[in-house]
């Protein structure tokens, strides 16, 4: 590898690298190649890598070189007055302080994501939220939260909210106005027809429902409508289908022993992804460290047309074209069915082995292991998950059939796959119910309709007209956050608080009952949504019924506050006393009870009409339409964080692209950036190319939730909208047959993956389960000698007298998903750079997510290799800085002094790990108003010009010390956390004190699995890293199988 | 020239140039900072002659990293009753019942890179006056202490500890080495 690599260069003989980032690093002529090896030298560039023409317009992220002269003239000037005096700064104190508040202190809330009904914490400071965690208690999120949950803190302090309610065009009005305004005419609307319609995304509390259905009471013609997204409503479809109860089934991750994937990314972004995480991993991925010889490991099977999160975690994957989900799917579903000695199903008949094997291009000895796998895995020991973006063809309700046949045929249905007790029963309305909403809407049979935290113009495909069908409407009210697409058509924007501003509940699925609390005032002039129900059934003398009526009636508790009250003691506090019940329901967040039972239910023959006969694939380019785990629907487009957080896949930020297999690439002559025109149908959108391994050749993919254009500031015009292409009467997102030409234009993507390149050195192991079990050191690469306490050195070694900080990182429990870059991000006050900034290399994320591609680029295996200062012990970068500004301290901490900082980045170069990162630019700057609100107060806010990196937490670590101090202990193991730490949903991370040999992290270190990165370095790092195993064939793992055992050293020497 | 009036030429000339120097180069250190307040509060009055305890009004300082300056309503537990007439007492009056917070000038100040608890400082058994001075006999409140690096330093190298501090430190068996008060390592205060 680097080593042969050196050495290859010179003999010609070329070996291409075990692990590398993109194909073009499989080909002798790429290393040749000396505007490559320049790129690769350099760690930032001064300008794009390229000169580039943009698709459109100038960039306008991020700060300008000619702004920033500016700021550095006036800084400059600004600096020399402002030093000879001392500014008089103002302590504004409380009036009256409440008692639960100590300034410096934060308060935690247990509180819910209304959206996903996950359970947060809520670390408040003086009054004002700064970090959202995962409850601990709360039966799903188990203290892990997604990047996008993490991030809709910086949602709450989005300049560009709603501020106050307004009319169409933006004119600003009262509440009191709008209220009489709007309840007047409802009141009419009552009187007559009633056609009153809501439309919202799923709600998934109890009592706002019942709430909005007591209103829509009023009105005889009312009904409530409520949009799914795309791919779980087409489980929900298939579930009505198979077994006739509209649910999303739970999904016991942690049981099974084989799970197959057909398009369904349940490590990323389908369905309750955090849980289904942390269920998998710690179920069976994390082979026996006390006995390797019989370790055992679940298996997964990842059918999917994009690469996911899950495709990149499976063992086995089969990259077919969106229609060839289902294909693989039937075929694998006869096989079982003749394995189990079942009759196989005729509609399965033409699937043949050898028919589907040709036809997608998965070898049929592949789909009968996989067959073989699931039957082998016994009677409910396996899960076969569906669905997805990827693979939602116009069959894709087939495809749930055939999931849901092969789960009942395999006895996982009631088992491993709970359809009732736990399952999901809050789902959305099917497409059926939105036609026909659409369809009223233009006929003119809709008096009124109220949009509700939702954003139908933008999320629904174009060619269903919504846009259109709501000019038909003579009042349109959208109540929302920000005037987005559909509130800047509405007659009425009516802003609604952020969660956090809100009281709720949330039942999400079977057994997980979950309370939302306020944990600040509303900032802006907003009202919670179910306020606005209230105060029109009051103004408007609307006849709401039930429990609506009451509250709507009482004139000392007439809030939602004292509805949802109301209806808790209703349904869950009937015994003793409610007051009691309801503080702790409100400490706790969630009513804890036992998980419910469940039952298998009976597979409905007859659903398997569904399953379409076999349709030949056709040639030519298909599109896939995906979402991203940062991005998801668009709705969060305008939290920075998220636009720059990497894909875990495609490592590309701010943007989304086409992505296209490196075959088909180099058949149509493009490479990475070149921009391709994509029309379907007299419809073109233009993207730039990201060249992605592991595609099927005919497959382009791009991702939904860009091109906004009501987001607001961070999230208009960024990407392109690709829903245009979606047909709306099929619903097909995927599987579209499309043509793809080239423009010559080309447009550079932020991605990162060609960041921090650590020059070919080796930095992960991975191996299969076989060679683990043979030998559980095979992963040690370097030469026992070299590694670290048994080299000399010339430094005196450290001292560390009380606790000595250590991390431990597995790369089998790490999914990749990315939720640990939003929880630092948000800790430690990193900033937000802007897409220029990203593309010459110098984002600021203390931690990244490394990915690795080994094997062939038509079917790779990845590694996620989360990479963070590794804390050595014997620190390249303390050594060359000339200002201290680098120092280990006596906890085994690598220090960064800001204040001592005076930029030479000399630490930067000599760090061997590429984790060190440089304030080119005053990036707090780019905060606005509200937004500085979300500052952690415990954290620096870094200045241009310095270094920073990741610290560990060291706020933390003091947080926790003071703590312990005060009680006149010493820290207990894990009871301090950093970040990162905290929200992985796989506990992937383990950080404590290797000073003490009990602690969790002490014994990993000492796992056979354990390996330091560049160990041959000599730098012993304070985080070791745990090997990764694939539970596959040997002979799959890598083309390169590790002959160099000392490749590092040589190159290094 | 004569040597002796070049002598007094460069004498005046370095006066002039350090003079400039030290009116231009920034003061790393505001001892001796007294400024005005919105409303002239006496500590000497509250603290010294009265005998109120600092913690009465700083009531977060054994609890946090932030002593904490008292809100209104501490003023008026009192003052509701007491001296009632005194017109500067009806300036923080005619605050309370405007809910109106009053803004104080702030006096010790240190930088946003530097994190000082004052929990740990006390529950080391350091007083209020170590630092501050004696506040009691105040009325208008100035910067004691340099607040300095280095003054920080000189304390918790155990140079400048108050010898019970010290002691108390030395009984337990200092952690940071024979002679060290408290840690000295960056990350003590800074990150």
């Not at chain 1, 309750?272 to 019989?294: F, L, T």
């Not at chain 2, 790393?28 to 005005?36: E, F, L, R």
């Amino acid at each position: 590898m680097s080593e042969n690599l050196n050495a290859g260069l010179e003999t010609n003989e070329f070996t291409p690298p075990r692990h590398w980032l993109g194909a073009e690093e499989l080909t002798a002529s790429y290393w040749n190649d000396p505007a490559v090896k320049e790129k690769r030298a350099q760690e930032f560039h001064d300008k794009p890598i390229e000169t580039l023409e943009l698709i459109e317009k100038l960039d306008t992220k991020g700060i300008k070189r000619r702004d920033f002269l500016t700021l550095m003239g006036a800084s400059m000037a600004m600096a020399s007055f402002a030093c000879a005096r001392r500014p008089v700064h103002k302590i504004i104190p409380y009036v009256v302080k409440p008692e639960e508040v100590t300034g410096g202190i934060a308060n935690y809330y247990a509180t819910t994501c209304p959206e996903t009904g996950y359970g947060v914490l809520a670390k408040v400071r003086e009054g004002r939220p700064i970090k959202l965690e995962g409850n601990p208690e709360h039966g799903m999120s188990r203290g892990a939260i997604s990047a996008r949950v993490h991030a809709s803190i910086l949602d709450l302090y989005d300049m560009d909210r709603a501020k106050e309610p307004s009319r169409r065009g933006g004119k600003a009005l009262s509440w009191e106005d709008a209220d009489g305004e709007i309840a007047a005419k409802l009141k009419q609307i009552a009187a007559g027809s009633g056609r009153v319609r809501f439309l919202s995304n799923r709600m998934l509390g109890d009592s706002t429902l019942r709430l909005t259905n007591e209103f829509l009471a009023a009105f005889a013609g009312g009904a409530h409508v409520q949009l799914d997204d795309f791919a779980s409503g087409d489980l929900v479809e298939g579930q009505i289908e198979s077994y006739g109860n509209a649910v999303i089934p739970h999904y016991h991750f942690g049981k099974a022993d084989v799970v197959l994937s057909l398009g369904a990314d349940f490590l990323g972004n389908w369905g309750s992804s955090e849980e289904y995480s942390a269920d998998w991993v710690k179920g069976g991925r994390i082979p026996d460290a006390k006995n390797p010889a019989s370790a055992r490991m679940s298996k997964l099977f990842v059918v999917e047309s994009m690469m996911s999160v899950t495709g990149a975690n499976a063992d086995v994957r089969f990259p077919v074209r969106p229609d060839g989900v289902l294909k693989v799917a039937a075929a694998i579903a006869a096989e079982v069915a003749r394995k189990k000695g079942a009759s196989v199903p005729a509609q399965f008949s033409a699937y043949t082995l050898d028919a589907v094997a040709a036809d997608t291009g998965v070898e049929a000895a592949k789909i009968k292991e996989a067959a073989e796998a699931l039957v082998a895995a016994g009677s409910g020991k396996s899960i076969v998950a569906a669905g997805g973006l990827s693979s939602k063809t116009e069959d894709s309700i087939g495809l749930q059939v055939v999931a849901n046949y092969l789960n009942s045929t395999l006895g996982n249905e009631g088992v491993t796959v709970d359809g009732n007790g736990q399952a999901w029963t809050k789902v959305g309305d099917r497409a059926e119910k939105v036609a026909k909403l659409i369809s009223d809407m233009n006929a003119g049979a809709v008096d009124a309709l109220v949009v509700v935290d939702a954003n139908p113009v933008y999320s629904l495909p174009v060619s269903l007209g919504f846009a259109a069908a709501m000019s038909k409407v003579p009042l349109v009210i959208a109540i929302g956050d920000r005037a987005d697409e559909t509130g800047s058509l509405a007659h009425f924007v009516l802003p609604n608080h952020h969660f956090l501003e809100n009281w709720g509940d949330a039942q999400p699925r079977g057994g997980v009952v979950s309370l939302q609390q306020p944990t600040l005032a509303p900032i802006h002039s907003t009202r919670a949504y179910q306020d606005t129900l209230l105060a029109w059934a009051k103004k408007g003398g609307l006849k709401v019924k039930g429990l609506a009526a009451t509250i709507a009636a009482s004139e000392s508790a007439g809030t939602w506050h004292d509805y949802l009250k109301a209806n808790w003691k209703e349904t869950y506090g009937k015994s003793g006393n409610f007051e009691t019940f309801w503080e702790d329901s409100l400490r706790d967040g969630v009513i804890k009870s036992a998980p419910k039972a469940t039952s298998a239910r009976s597979f409905k023959v007859p659903s398997l009409a569904k399953v379409p006969p076999f349709k030949p694939a056709t040639s030519g380019f298909v599109l896939a339409t995906y979402a991203k785990t940062s991005m998801g629907d668009g709705n969060h487009a305008n939290n920075p964080w998220l636009q720059e957080l990497p894909d875990p896949v495609t490592t590309a930020t701010w943007d989304n692209y086409l992505n296209m297999s490196p075959k088909a690439a180099a058949k149509m002559n493009v490479v990475q950036d070149d921009v391709v025109t994509v029309t379907l149908s007299g419809t073109t959108i233009d993207l730039p190319v990201n060249i992605q391994p592991g595609l099927h050749e005919n497959v382009v993919a791009a991702a939904i939730g860009y091109g906004r254009t009501a987001a607001g500031k961070v999230g208009n015009d960024v990407g392109r909208d690709v829903k245009v292409f979606v047909n709306g009467s099929t619903m097909a997102f995927s599987g579209l047959p499309v043509a793809v030409a080239k423009t010559g234009r080309r447009y550079q993507i932020a991605v990162t993956q060609w960041h921090n390149a650590t020059e070919n050195r080796p930095v992960l192991n991975d191996i299969t389960l076989a060679e683990y079990k043979s030998n559980s050191k095979a992963s040690l690469e370097t030469d026992p000698e070299l590694r670290l306490e048994k080299v000399p050195t010339m430094w005196p070694k450290h001292e560390y007298p009380g606790y000595r900080w250590g991390m431990s990182i597995d790369l089998n429990a790490c999914t990749g998903c990315g939720s640990c870059i939003i929880a630092c991000q948000s800790e430690n006050n990193t900033p937000v750079v802007g897409r220029d900034n990203v593309r010459r290399s110098r984002e600021m994320h203390w931690m990244r997510i490394d990915r690795y591609y080994s094997g062939s680029p038509e079917n790779p295996d990845v590694v996620f290799q989360p990479m963070l200062c590794q804390h050595c012990e014997n620190a390249p970068c303390e050594t060359v800085c000339p200002v201290l500004a680098t120092v280990h301290d006596d906890e085994g901490l690598n220090a960064q002094i800001y204040n001592r900082c005076v930029g030479t980045r000399y630490c930067q170069n000599n760090c061997p790990y590429k984790v060190r990162r440089f304030n080119f630019f005053d990036h707090w700057k780019s905060y606005e108003g509200s937004m500085n609100l979300a500052w952690n107060p415990d954290v620096t806010v870094r200045t241009r010009g310095i270094m920073e990196k990741c610290t560990f937490c060291v706020q933390r670590i003091r947080d926790a010390k003071d703590k312990a101090k005060d009680e006149g202990r010493k820290l207990r193991d894990l009871e301090l956390k950093t970040a990162c730490q905290q929200t992985c949903p796989t506990d992937a991370i383990i950080f404590g004190d290797i000073n003490d040999k009990k602690t969790e992290v002490s014994k990993l270190r000492e796992d056979d699995r354990a390996f330091r990165v560049l160990e041959v370095l000599n730098t012993v790092p304070s985080i070791s890293y745990l090997t990764k195993v694939r539970n596959k064939v040997g002979e799959e793992a890598g083309e390169g199988k590790r002959e160099g055992k000392k490749e590092g050293e040589a190159h290094h020497g | 020239m004569s040597k002796g009036l070049s002598v007094v030429v460069g004498g005046v000339a370095l006066l002039i140039v350090g003079y400039a120097l030290a009116t231009v180069v920034p003061r790393t250190s505001n001892q001796g900072y007294a400024p005005t307040q919105p409303i002239p509060f006496s500590h000497k009055i509250h603290a010294g002659d009265n005998k109120i305890p600092c913690q009465y009004c700083h009531s977060d300082v054994e609890k946090s990293r932030h002593a904490g300056i008292p809100s209104t309503a501490v003023c008026m537990n009192c003052h509701k009753v007491v001296k009632t007439t005194s017109p500067l007492i009806q300036q923080v009056r005619k605050a309370w019942d405007e809910g109106r917070a009053i803004e104080w000038v702030r006096i010790h100040e240190l930088p946003d890179f530097v994190y000082f608890p004052h929990k740990r400082h006390l529950a080391a058994g350091l007083a209020c006056q170590t630092c501050h001075g004696e506040v009691q006999t105040m009325d208008k409140v100035y910067q004691f202490g340099a607040l300095t690096m280095g003054w920080c330093m000189e304390c918790h190298r155990g140079r400048s500890t108050p010898s019970n501090v010290l002691a108390g430190i030395e009984a337990k068996g200092s952690p940071h080495g024979p002679g060290q008060a408290a840690p000295t390592q960056c990350t003590t205060c800074h990150y």
